[in-house]
């Protein structure tokens, strides 16, 4: 009995096998779909269907929705156990500066959590990716439908400390201006606002910076958000 006989897509099994090797991994570890998804998963390359994330387990190590040039990274951050002058102290420590905006939302009662110091897990995803448009292109969306779209496929709003954290605890990965999926806290302006690392200035340093989050405000589809798991 041949290979095809058996239902086992071979082009599927090479596939597997390829990934397996450039990633250091057994072809047994890669799932190409939610139903191949078990315990012995650590990377998942395919379609990001409604309530994948919630599908994916914590032994799952990678996420493509193409591979290798659509990654969605996944990480860690520790947060709690600071309030927001503590939190002011270590990014002036680091030189990391914030913008009025960003000030006057770490003045909301809302932005720091009184929770004691936990570990949550987080995800860095391209609107590319999300939405699963065409690279090739460019899209315009509005906030409502990015903060939709990912509840949808079971992810979840990051804490708004996420946004000075990030940048106190992974600055090398911020390379392009991040988006941190939150619960908009209100500026001085009285505008609902995100926060967003960023490099800024002549020598690129961190910065802690905002973006608006009126339901219609517009964002584009190269633009990355961090959203928890």
């Known amino acids: 009995m041949e290979a095809g006989d058996r239902g086992i897509d071979m082009s599927a099994e090479s596939e597997k096998e390829k990934i397996a090797q450039a990633l250091g991994y057994s072809k047994e570890q890669i799932a190409f779909s939610d139903g191949e998804i078990n315990e012995n998963t650590k990377v998942y390359v395919g379609k990001l269907s409604k309530d994948i994330f919630k599908k994916i387990s914590k032994s799952v190590e990678r996420i493509f929705v193409s591979f290798p040039d659509r990654e969605v990274r996944r990480f860690s951050i520790e947060i709690g156990g600071k309030n927001v002058q503590e939190i002011k102290a270590e990014l002036a420590k680091k030189g990391i500066e914030l913008s009025g905006y960003t000030e006057s939302m770490m003045s909301d009662p809302a932005f720091v959590e009184k929770d004691p110091k936990k570990t949550i897990d987080l995800v860095r995803i391209s609107l590319i990716n999300l939405f699963d448009l065409n690279p090739e292109s460019s899209y315009e969306l509005e906030f409502s439908e990015i903060i939709n779209q990912a509840l949808e496929l079971g992810l979840n709003l990051s804490p708004a400390v996420v946004g000075p954290e990030y940048c106190l605890q992974y600055p090398e990965e911020i390379t392009d201006d991040v988006y941190v999926g939150m619960k908009p806290l209100i500026g001085y302006d009285k505008n609902p ?27 584009f589809s190269e633009n990355e958000f961090i959203f928890s798991v």
């Open 193 to 219: 606002h995100i926060f967003v690392p960023q490099r800024s200035g002549d020598d690129k340093s961190v910065f802690v910076s905002d973006y608006w989050a009126r339901s219609d405000d517009p964002y």
